[in-house]
Structure formats: structure tokens, C-alpha cells
């Protein structure tokens, strides 16, 4: 069993040649070396593709502004070691194996402008992803053949962003909610996914109609479904999906309204006819009252005379038709 690894002398060159190169261009601010099979050089660019790295590279000058670890078979990106490059402008990823980025991953990195992740394995985009990543100007994020989801507010702090390419991925739906309220955007690609072009993504085919200049490649920004729009550009179904999307809602609004006025109609006839009916008991029932009052003070008068008598039937019955009963 072999404990460590066998030194083989293609890397020791490139280390021997690495250790010349760092001494003749000393820097005196990359302090830190540079990481086994990079480049470093005085303008803080280290330079790792293709090296068949499978790990995130360690040992990175702390000022480094520019890291490209593209075409290599990396799984992860490590917050830890990447956050310490709070210098970092510019980073390259594309063609590895990321499978996940998560909303630490890019925790610290307020300066960086460029982001490459085009190539990889991702699946979703969760929210605030890119959250801390104020400077970020342009995202390429194509070519993930699984990646079918992005989480509506994953770009909704990026207000630097002017650059978004999100094409040949796996996506059916993106709410464009938060990618409108983007004051920089003025690119957006979205070529090659199979979009879905149902009333859910209306929004994102009337946007494409409206502004289709924003769009890389747009006459390659089809559905994917329904079966009978496959093939159809965005831009192209955008007001028919609306007119369809809203039609059947209007014809449900009309039904609505009609057995709504139906009800408030009924409603009023009802309410009129019980008033009415209300009204004409009521006088009636003035009407009766107003003629015994007459037949009482006629009695009232005539009890004058007789005041013991008229008091005690009044007291005896406390009632108005007693004068006839009695
Ligand atoms: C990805 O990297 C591999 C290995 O370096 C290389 O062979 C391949 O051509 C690269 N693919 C793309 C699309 O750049
Ligand atoms: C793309 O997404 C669909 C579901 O929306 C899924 O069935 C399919 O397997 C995905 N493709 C890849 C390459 O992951
Ligand atoms: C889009 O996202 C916003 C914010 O998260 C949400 O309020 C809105 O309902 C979403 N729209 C659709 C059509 O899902």
C-alpha cells in the first residue's frame, strides 16, 4: 500500500519550473506561492485549466483577482477557501463537475463581476445564491444538461447585472418577475432549454415578444411544449398565449357577472315586493289604530259624566276593544 503519492517527474518539472518563473517575476504581493499545477502571474491571474484537478485548488494567493480552474473535473466549490478571495474579479468554472452552489458559496465576494459556471452538472439555483455578489455584471450558466430549476429571487440582488446566458439548460419555467426589476440587464439568453409555452410562462413569451433585441440567439428560443407549439419561437406565441390565457378567464368573468346581476336583481325584486307588502300592513295597521283612538275618545267623553264606571272597566280589561265588548 502506497501512502503517499508516487512523484512522478512531469510535476516536479513543472514545480521546479513554477519555483524559476515565481523567483524571476517575484511579486511582492502574491506572497502565498501558487497552487500546484497553476499559473500565477504579477497581474494576480492564476490560470488552472485543464489540469485535471478534481478539487478546489488550495494554496491561492489571498490577493488573487482573476482564478480560471475551467476544464477540469472539480465537484465543489469550498466557501471556506473561496470567500478568503474577497479581491476576486473575475472566476471561471465552466466545464466541471459542480453539482450544487449553495447561498454561502459566494458569501464574500463583493467585487466579483464575472462568474462562469456554463458546463457543469447543477440542477437548481436556489434562492440567494448570488445574493451577495453586488458587482456582478455578467453570469454565464449554459450547457447544465439537469439544470431545470431557478428559484424566482436567485438574481434579485445582482443590480450590476447586465449579462445573464441561461441557455441549453433543462428549464420549462422562469418567472420574470425579478429579472425585469433588473436596472443593468440588457442581455438575457435563454436559447436551447425546452420552455414550456402554457399560460404559467406567459409572462416570459410576452417579455421575448416585447423586447426581443434583449435576447441572444432568439430565434432559437422555442417551446418545448405543449406538443402543439414545439418548435415555435417565444417571441412569436407571446400575444397569442395572452389572448388565449385571458380568454377563457373573460368568458368566466361574463358567466360571473350575469349570475351575479341575476342574484342582485332577484335580490332587489324580492326586497321591493317585502317592503311593499311591509309598507301596506303598516298603514293598515295606523289606519285601524288612528279609528279605535276616534272610538276610544268618544267613550272618554262620555265616561265623563260616569267617572267610577269608566275607571274601573278601564282597569278591569287595559284593553281597546273592551267598549264593545263590554
Ligand atoms: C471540457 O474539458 C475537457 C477536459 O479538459 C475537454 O476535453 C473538453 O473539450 C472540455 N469541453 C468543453 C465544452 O470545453
Ligand atoms: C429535464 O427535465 C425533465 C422534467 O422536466 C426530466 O424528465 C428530464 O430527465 C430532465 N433532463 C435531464 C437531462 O436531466
Ligand atoms: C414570481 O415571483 C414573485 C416573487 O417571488 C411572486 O410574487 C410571483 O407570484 C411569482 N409569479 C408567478 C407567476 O409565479
Not at 159 to 171: E, G, K, P
Request: aromatic residues 6%; contains cysteine.
Amino acid at each position: 500500500m502506497r501512502l503517499a503519492p508516487q512523484p512522478s517527474a512531469q510535476p516536479l518539472r513543472l514545480i521546479i519550473l513554477l519555483l524559476v518563473a515565481t523567483g524571476v517575476t517575484a511579486s511582492p504581493v502574491i506572497s502565498t506561492g501558487c497552487p500546484d499545477r497553476c499559473v500565477c502571474d504579477d497581474q494576480l491571474v492564476v490560470q488552472c485549466a485543464g489540469q485535471h484537478l478534481t478539487t478546489f485548488p488550495v494554496n491561492l494567493p489571498l490577493a488573487t483577482r482573476q482564478l480560471i480552474i475551467s476544464n477540469n473535473l472539480i465537484v465543489e466549490l469550498p466557501p471556506l477557501s473561496l470567500n478568503y478571495l474577497s479581491d476576486l474579479v473575475y472566476l471561471d468554472c465552466s466545464n466541471n463537475s459542480l453539482t450544487e452552489i449553495s447561498e454561502s458559496t459566494f458569501g464574500n465576494l463583493r467585487k466579483l463581476a464575472y462568474l462562469d459556471l456554463s458546463f457543469n452538472t447543477l440542477t437548481r439555483i436556489e434562492d440567494r445564491t448570488f445574493g451577495p455578489l453586488a458587482s456582478l455584471v455578467m453570469l454565464r450558466m449554459t450547457d447544465n444538461p439537469g439544470l431545470s430549476e431557478i428559484h424566482p429571487d436567485a438574481f434579485t440582488e445582482n443590480v450590476a447585472l447586465q449579462v445573464l446566458d441561461v441557455s441549453r439548460n433543462n428549464l420549462t419555467v422562469v418567472n420574470v418577475t425579478s429579472l425585469l426589476a433588473l436596472p443593468a440587464l440588457r442581455s438575457l439568453g435563454l436559447s436551447g432549454n425546452p420552455w414550456s409555452c402554457e399560460c404559467e410562462n406567459e409572462d416570459l413569451c410576452l417579455w421575448v415578444h416585447l423586447e426581443g433585441f434583449k435576447f441572444q440567439d432568439e430565434g432559437q428560443t422555442v417551446c418545448g411544449s405543449p406538443a402543439d407549439m414545439q418548435g415555435r419561437r417565444l417571441g412569436e406565441v407571446g400575444i397569442q398565449l395572452r389572448t388565449l390565457c385571458h380568454q377563457t378567464l373573460g368568458s368566466w368573468d361574463y358567466l360571473f357577472f350575469v349570475v351575479i346581476g341575476f342574484v342582485i336583481f332577484a335580490a332587489g325584486t324580492v326586497s321591493a315586493w317585502v317592503m311593499g307588502v311591509i309598507m301596506v300592513l303598516y298603514e293598515r295597521y295606523i289606519k285601524k289604530k288612528d279609528g279605535q283612538l276616534d272610538v276610544d275618545e268618544e267613550e272618554d267623553d262620555t265616561s265623563e259624566t260616569g267617572r267610577t264606571s269608566g275607571a274601573r272597566r278601564d282597569h278591569g280589561n287595559g284593553n281597546l276593544k273592551t267598549p264593545h265588548d263590554v
